[in-house]
């Protein structure tokens, strides 16, 4: 015998039983709990058909549910099978009592590593006598980003006299620092803007910009090398003006800036360092002037102490940028004869991006090394080295 089926009370089709308060089909009423709260509650008719029970559009369907009888109120939630599981409490760990990380929870916290100790006051104090006296010679050139390239001969690296570490330890590290640091100061003395400001602003900048400055000096010293030199190595670098072959170097000490094994310091230390081959392969590419690699220094210095310190410092910075700009768009239009550069200068700011980039992506890492102590370094002077992979 064939069932009798009661029809649905909004389309006349078959029913499935009683659906929110009346008989329907399941069509109709999946429908009316997907569009009760829908647009369609608040529009009109949206046909012109005169048999509203044959054929009738969304809003005039939904219109009649809810004349017939269909209630919104009783709608049930929550009737899944997997909500109805009872899912185990889970209890707090150990570390949330103990209030220490999971990794250092088997670690004495009174047990600490002997800290090496890095004074370098009578350093700031040589830089800050340099400054009170100024240039070593006088200096004449046309604009400030002149002055500065004048500057940056002095320093460039001596390919043909080139040194190869045997090894590197803790001397050859705080002659690295010192160099720099030094080389820095007597760089940036030949631009006039920065000589009018007070020693204290001269010492803060220099002590922040020193080690971006180091990093675009290693890559294009060694981008220099490479060109002049076709036997160069990938994995040979320029450091302090000193050629080093990572490959190549067998004495490595790194005992008295961690007590993690050499391997393990080591591979921290190249995470600071992940684009220096892409860097060095765009400065080749590029093939700068001494003018625009001038300027390239000035400008990632500059920027990057801005952002560091903000406030009346990124106004002296910001002024500071401006007139390299100026000097550098004259130096394309008289010197060059190139009244179309943007493309040019658009290639040479992505080499400085790229630097600031590596400079700001590694700062995870630099956190992941101070919560795991692996350098044991203590500076005298700790704001100098923020952001330069030492501590």
């Known amino acids: 015998m064939k069932k009798v089926l009661f029809p649905c009370q909004i389309c006349g089709q078959n029913s499935h039983g009683t659906h929110f308060g009346i008989v329907s089909c399941r ?49 049930q939630y929550d009737r899944d099978a997997i909500s109805a599981i009872k899912h185990p409490k889970i209890f707090p760990s150990v570390s949330y009592y103990v209030g220490r990380p999971e990794f250092l929870m088997f670690s004495d916290s009174n047990v600490t590593s002997q800290k090496t100790f890095i004074d370098v006051q009578n350093l700031v104090f040589e830089v800050s006598r340099y400054l009170d006296h100024g240039c070593e010679t006088p200096i004449y050139a ?151 690699l001038t300027f390239m220094f000035a400008q990632l210095c500059f920027e990057y102490a801005g952002k560091r310190f903000q406030g009346e410092i990124l106004k002296i910075t910001d002024h500071f940028q401006q007139v390299l700009s100026n000097d550098l768009h004259h130096y394309y239009i008289t010197d060059q004869r190139r009244e179309r550069y943007f493309q040019r200068l658009t290639d040479l700011m992505k080499v400085n991006n790229l630097i600031q980039r590596s400079i700001w992506e590694t700062r995870p890492h630099r956190e992941l090394g101070r919560v795991f102590e692996i350098s044991k370094l203590e500076f005298s002077h700790p704001e100098m080295f923020d952001d330069s992979g030492f501590c």
């Open 142 to 292: 046309e604009n400030q980003l002149k002055k500065l390239t004048l500057g940056f001969k002095l320093m460039q690296f001596d390919y043909q006299n080139v040194k190869f570490f045997d090894k590197i330890g803790k001397a050859e590290f705080i002659d690295i620092i010192e160099y720099y640091f030094l080389t820095v100061a007597k760089w940036i003395a030949h631009f006039d803007e920065f000589r009018k400001l007070d020693q204290s602003l001269q010492i803060k900048l220099l002590q922040a910009i020193w080690h971006v400055w180091s990093k675009i000096h290693k890559c294009a010293s060694t981008a220099f090398y490479r060109k002049s030199n076709p036997n160069a190595k990938p994995t040979q670098k320029i450091l302090r003006n000193v050629c080093m072959d990572r490959m190549h170097v067998h004495k490595l000490d790194t005992s008295w800036m961690s007590d993690y094994p050499t391997e393990h310091v080591t591979r921290f230390m190249l995470t600071h360092h992940v684009y220096d081959f892409k860097i060095v392969e765009s400065l080749l590419k590029l093939d700068p002037t001494d003018v625009e």
């Open 27 to 75: 069509a109709c009423a999946a429908f009316f709990r997907r569009s009760v709260n829908s647009k369609w509650a608040r529009k009109g008719c949206l046909t012109n058909f005169k048999d509203k029970g044959s054929c009738f559009c969304k809003p005039c369907r939904l219109r009649k549910c809810v004349e017939i009888g269909m209630d919104a109120s009783k709608f």
